[in-house]
C-alpha cells in the first residue's frame, strides 16, 4: 500500500509507541487491500453512480479566490473553490479557478503569458484537471513571501498581525485575474461569469464596473460576489483610488466609518486579550473592500439560507453591512457542499479499511483506533470521541467548546476529545497543552493528513 505522508504533530509522546501497537492490532496489508478491492467493486455498481444532469445553458464560469484547495487553503474558501468548479463542469460548464501561486505546484507549468498588473509583470501557471481549467497568479509578492505555507500564514505570519502590503497584493491579484481569461489561451475571453470571493477578490467587480465595461471590456459578463466569513471585510486606512487601479470617482463605494481607532498588522500586531478603547461616538474613516464589492457586484451569494438572514438581519451578525446588502438587492444563501470523492469512506485512500452502509461498524471502529494512535489518545473501542476540524475563533464557537471539554470529562471519565485548527493565539496555546491538562484530550495545528480524514 502507499505509505500515509508524514503524520501531523500533535501534543503527546505516546503517538509513536501507540500506533506499533495499533498496526498490530489490525489485518495485514494484504487483507486490507483485498477488503478494499472488494468493497470499492461492491460501491461502483452502476445503481450507485449519481447521474449528473447537463446544464441546459452552459456558461463560461471564473472563480476567482485567494484559496483553491487542495493547493492553497485556511478553511471552506478553499474547499469550496476546490470542489464546486469540478461539479459545475460535469454539467457541462466551462470552468476557470485563479489563485496566487504560493509555491511550486507539481502538475502547474508555465504558460508564458505574462500581463501587466497595476505596474507589476505578472505570470500564469496553469493545469487542466479533472474538467477545471486551474490558473496560478505568479508574483513574488505570493511565491516568495509564503512559499511553501499553508493556513492563515497566508495573509499573515500570525493571527491578528497580516502583511503590510495586503493591499497592494490583492489589488495586484484582482487585476492579473481579470486579465487572465482574455490573454491566456484556454478559450474564455469576455462573455464570462465571474465568482469573486471575500474581500481579497471584492475588487474584481468594483474593477468590470468602473475601470473595464467604460473601456469597453467586459460588456455582457457578469461577477457573482459570494461572502464565506463577513467578520473579514478589508477594511483599511483611506487609500488613494489610482493605487489599487481604480479612478478616484470609486471612492465613495469604499467610504466607511467605524469605531475602531487602531489597525493591526506585522508592524503594530494585535496582542492577545487586547481591547481597543475609543471615546463613545467616535468614528474613524476605513475603505472598506467588501462594502464596495456589494455595491459593484452582479448578484450577492454567501453560504447558506440561514447566514444571508443573520448577516442581513443585524449590524451585530451583518458586522455593520446590513443595510449595505439590503440596498444592494440583499444577498441569496447557497448551502455550501462537500467534495463526494476526496470524503468517502468507500474510497478515501487515509483509511486502512475502507467502508460502506453494510460495514460502517468495522470500518468505523478501524478508522477510530488509527485516530486514537496517531495523535496519541488511549486505545479505548468503547470511548465516545469528539472531533473539531476548524478557524479557532469566538464566532466558530470554540470558546464554548474550550469551556465545556473539562465539564465533559468529568461527566463522561472515559470520553475523548481531538481538535485540529489555527486561529486565535490564545486558543491556540491552550491547544498546544491539551494533553497536559487531560491525557484524554489531544489538538495540533497542520491539516496535514490522515487526521482529518480518521476526525
Request: hydrophobic share 40%.
Given at each position: 500500500p502507499t505509505p500515509h505522508p508524514p503524520p501531523v504533530t500533535m501534543a503527546s509522546s505516546l503517538a509513536t509507541h501507540q500506533f506499533a501497537g495499533v498496526n498490530a492490532q489490525l489485518k495485514s496489508a494484504a487483507a486490507r487491500k483485498n477488503v478494499k478491492a472488494a468493497r470499492?467493486?461492491?460501491?461502483?455498481?452502476?445503481?450507485?453512480v449519481p447521474y449528473t444532469a447537463k446544464a441546459a445553458r452552459p456558461m463560461k464560469i471564473v472563480f476567482v479566490s485567494t484559496e483553491v484547495a487542495p493547493w492553497s487553503k485556511t478553511g471552506g474558501l478553499g474547499d469550496v473553490v476546490g470542489s464546486l468548479p469540478v461539479e459545475l463542469a460535469k454539467r457541462g460548464h466551462k470552468v476557470m479557478t485563479i489563485s496566487p501561486r504560493y509555491d511550486q505546484y507539481k502538475g502547474a507549468w508555465d504558460t508564458s503569458v505574462k500581463v501587466d498588473a497595476l505596474g507589476k509583470q505578472v505570470g500564469f501557471f496553469h493545469e487542466h484537471k479533472k474538467g477545471v481549467d486551474r490558473v496560478f497568479?505568479?508574483?513574488?509578492?505570493?511565491?516568495?513571501k509564503v512559499w511553501g505555507k499553508t493556513g492563515s500564514k497566508l495573509y499573515g505570519k500570525t493571527n491578528g498581525a497580516d502583511f503590510a502590503d495586503n493591499q497592494e497584493r490583492f489589488a495586484m491579484f484582482c487585476k492579473a485575474a481579470l486579465e487572465a481569461p482574455m490573454a491566456l489561451p484556454f478559450g474564455y475571453g469576455e462573455d464570462v461569469?465571474?465568482?469573486?470571493?471575500?474581500?481579497?477578490?471584492?475588487?474584481?467587480?468594483?474593477m468590470i464596473n468602473k475601470v473595464y465595461r467604460p473601456n469597453g471590456k467586459y460588456l455582457n459578463a457578469k461577477c457573482a460576489f459570494t461572502v464565506h466569513n463577513i467578520a473579514f471585510q478589508g477594511r483599511f486606512w483611506p487609500t488613494p483610488m489610482g493605487e489599487l487601479g481604480l479612478p478616484e470617482s470609486a471612492s465613495n463605494d469604499f467610504f466607511f466609518e467605524d469605531s475602531q481607532g487602531k489597525m493591526y498588522d506585522e508592524r503594530s500586531p494585535k496582542k492577545d486579550g487586547q481591547v481597543d478603547s475609543t471615546p463613545l461616538g467616535k468614528k474613524f474613516q476605513k475603505d472598506n473592500w467588501m462594502k464596495a464589492a456589494f455595491i459593484n457586484s452582479d448578484r450577492n451569494i454567501t453560504v447558506s439560507m440561514n447566514y444571508a438572514k443573520e448577516i442581513a438581519g443585524s449590524a451585530s451578525k451583518g458586522v455593520e453591512l446590513n443595510t449595505i446588502i439590503?440596498?444592494?438587492?440583499?444577498?441569496?444563501?447557497?448551502?455550501?457542499?462537500?467534495?463526494?470523492?476526496e470524503w468517502n469512506p468507500t474510497t478515501d485512500k487515509f483509511?486502512?479499511?475502507?467502508?460502506?452502509?453494510?460495514?460502517?461498524?468495522?470500518?468505523?471502529?478501524?478508522?477510530?483506533?488509527?485516530?486514537?494512535?496517531?495523535?496519541?489518545?488511549?486505545?479505548?473501542?468503547?470511548?465516545?470521541?469528539?472531533?473539531?476540524?476548524?478557524?479557532?475563533?469566538?464566532?466558530?464557537?470554540?470558546?464554548?467548546?474550550?469551556?465545556?471539554?473539562?465539564?465533559?470529562?468529568?461527566?463522561?471519565?472515559n470520553a475523548q476529545v481531538v481538535i485540529l485548527g489555527t486561529g486565535k493565539k490564545s486558543m491556540e496555546k491552550t491547544l498546544e497543552r491539551l494533553d497536559e491538562l487531560s491525557p484524554n484530550m489531544a489538538g495540533g495545528g497542520k491539516f496535514s493528513h490522515p487526521p482529518p480524514h480518521y476526525i
Amino acid at each position: 500500500p502507499t505509505p500515509h505522508p508524514p503524520p501531523v504533530t500533535m501534543a503527546s509522546s505516546l503517538a509513536t509507541h501507540q500506533f506499533a501497537g495499533v498496526n498490530a492490532q489490525l489485518k495485514s496489508a494484504a487483507a486490507r487491500k483485498n477488503v478494499k478491492a472488494a468493497r470499492n467493486v461492491q460501491t461502483r455498481a452502476a445503481g450507485d453512480v449519481p447521474y449528473t444532469a447537463k446544464a441546459a445553458r452552459p456558461m463560461k464560469i471564473v472563480f476567482v479566490s485567494t484559496e483553491v484547495a487542495p493547493w492553497s487553503k485556511t478553511g471552506g474558501l478553499g474547499d469550496v473553490v476546490g470542489s464546486l468548479p469540478v461539479e459545475l463542469a460535469k454539467r457541462g460548464h466551462k470552468v476557470m479557478t485563479i489563485s496566487p501561486r504560493y509555491d511550486q505546484y507539481k502538475g502547474a507549468w508555465d504558460t508564458s503569458v505574462k500581463v501587466d498588473a497595476l505596474g507589476k509583470q505578472v505570470g500564469f501557471f496553469h493545469e487542466h484537471k479533472k474538467g477545471v481549467d486551474r490558473v496560478f497568479v505568479d508574483h513574488p509578492l505570493f511565491l516568495a513571501k509564503v512559499w511553501g505555507k499553508t493556513g492563515s500564514k497566508l495573509y499573515g505570519k500570525t493571527n491578528g498581525a497580516d502583511f503590510a502590503d495586503n493591499q497592494e497584493r490583492f489589488a495586484m491579484f484582482c487585476k492579473a485575474a481579470l486579465e487572465a481569461p482574455m490573454a491566456l489561451p484556454f478559450g474564455y475571453g469576455e462573455d464570462v461569469c465571474f465568482v469573486a470571493n471575500d474581500w481579497h477578490s471584492g475588487l474584481v467587480p468594483v474593477m468590470i464596473n468602473k475601470v473595464y465595461r467604460p473601456n469597453g471590456k467586459y460588456l455582457n459578463a457578469k461577477c457573482a460576489f459570494t461572502v464565506h466569513n463577513i467578520a473579514f471585510q478589508g477594511r483599511f486606512w483611506p487609500t488613494p483610488m489610482g493605487e489599487l487601479g481604480l479612478p478616484e470617482s470609486a471612492s465613495n463605494d469604499f467610504f466607511f466609518e467605524d469605531s475602531q481607532g487602531k489597525m493591526y498588522d506585522e508592524r503594530s500586531p494585535k496582542k492577545d486579550g487586547q481591547v481597543d478603547s475609543t471615546p463613545l461616538g467616535k468614528k474613524f474613516q476605513k475603505d472598506n473592500w467588501m462594502k464596495a464589492a456589494f455595491i459593484n457586484s452582479d448578484r450577492n451569494i454567501t453560504v447558506s439560507m440561514n447566514y444571508a438572514k443573520e448577516i442581513a438581519g443585524s449590524a451585530s451578525k451583518g458586522v455593520e453591512l446590513n443595510t449595505i446588502i439590503n440596498a444592494t438587492g440583499g444577498i441569496e444563501g447557497i448551502v455550501n457542499g462537500m467534495d463526494p470523492t476526496e470524503w468517502n469512506p468507500t474510497t478515501d485512500k487515509f483509511l486502512d479499511i475502507t467502508y460502506d452502509k453494510n460495514t460502517v461498524a468495522m470500518g468505523k471502529a478501524a478508522a477510530k483506533q488509527a485516530l486514537q494512535a496517531e495523535v496519541g489518545l488511549p486505545l479505548d473501542p468503547s470511548a465516545p470521541i469528539f472531533g473539531y476540524i476548524g478557524r479557532l475563533e469566538e464566532q466558530k464557537g470554540c470558546d464554548i467548546m474550550m469551556e465545556a471539554m473539562p465539564k465533559l470529562l468529568r461527566q463522561v471519565p472515559n470520553a475523548q476529545v481531538v481538535i485540529l485548527g489555527t486561529g486565535k493565539k490564545s486558543m491556540e496555546k491552550t491547544l498546544e497543552r491539551l494533553d497536559e491538562l487531560s491525557p484524554n484530550m489531544a489538538g495540533g495545528g497542520k491539516f496535514s493528513h490522515p487526521p482529518p480524514h480518521y476526525i
